[in-house]
């Protein structure tokens, strides 16, 4: 127990004098008194994930196995008792050097918190948050809503080969209410906030905004025997910015298109749903990236 004692001491006098360094481990206590230093990056109820320093594998081991985690932030997560079945130390001792006897002993009081049970959302699962459709700068909440349950459907039915669950689009808006989010609060509500309400690792973002082109005249060209200008036709433009979010709210993928069509074109006699085609191929670029 004493030599326990004293690695676990000189652990954190390592630590302790190891402050300004600009990558710092957490340390992982077990029951058995191993001592496990690296990067802790995922803990659930039953397992922590971690990598040992200067490797990316990812290892787990059981949480029934530990005694805490001092992270390197300073906190510390307690998992229950030794396997003497003794209570965990509620205090730390710390030597650091003294002037005058070479070290002193420090005794620290170590917070107690409760077990944290992972970010709070099911990994590859999505949703689409209620998209923004504007018309000429008008908000347009009927199509709004078809574009959403398109951009929906679109990414649930083209990505079978992809181990991503995506949330059907009324489950979404039902757990947005529930949580008193409106579509006014979406814009000042955190993008990790809308992960733990829609349960979900990816959140998909869009706004699209449709404006009508005029007709202008176009000079002729350098062969063109007509002195009379070309007009060019009145149509349709869609603007279109996605943006999806990942892991811890950071943003993994982002697109802005523009798709201008004139009336007289086939798609443009069809604007009534015109924006479905610039919106398939937003989406099957995101498909496409590897970022779900």
Do not use: C
């Not at 697109?255 to 009534?272: I, M, Y």
């Amino acid at each position: 127990m004493r030599t326990l004692f004293l690695s676990i001491a000189m652990v954190f006098s390592l630590w302790a004098l190891g402050q300004g360094n600009a990558t710092k481990n957490d340390i992982v206590f077990t029951k058995t008194g191993e001592i496990i230093q690296g990067k802790v990056v995922k803990v659930t109820a039953s397992t922590i994930s971690f990598t040992y320093p200067g490797e990316t594998l990812i290892n787990e081991i059981g949480t029934q196995n530990l005694e805490k985690i001092v992270f390197s932030s300073g906190r510390t997560q307690s998992f229950g008792t030794s396997s003497a079945g003794q209570k965990a130390e509620e205090t730390i001792t710390v030597f650091a050097p003294n002037d005058a006897l070479g070290q002193k002993e420090t005794t620290t009081p170590i917070p107690k918190e409760e077990i944290y049970l992972g970010p709070g959302y099911e990994e590859n699962k999505l949703s689409v948050i209620p998209l923004s459709f504007t018309k000429n700068g008008t908000y347009d909440k009927d199509v709004s809503s078809q574009m959403t349950q398109f951009v929906t459907d679109y990414l649930a039915q083209k990505n079978q080969s992809l181990p991503i669950t995506v949330q059907d689009m009324m489950t979404t808006i039902k757990n947005l209410v529930d949580s008193n989010v409106g579509f006014r609060q979406l814009s000042q509500t955190p993008i990790d906030r809308l992960q733990q309400i829609l349960k979900s690792e990816y959140i998909v973002m869009v706004e699209v905004n449709e404006s009508s082109t005029k007709a202008e005249k176009k000079d002729s060209g350098f062969f063109d025997s007509t002195a009379e200008p070309a007009s060019s036709e009145s149509g349709l433009r869609y603007d279109i910015e996605l943006i999806v979010y990942g892991d811890q709210g950071a943003e993994k993928y982002s697109t802005k298109f523009s798709d201008e069509r004139s009336f007289g074109s086939p798609l443009g006699n069809a604007h009534q749903e015109g924006w479905k085609t610039a919106m398939q191929y937003v989406l099957d670029q995101v498909l496409a990236s590897g970022n779900l």
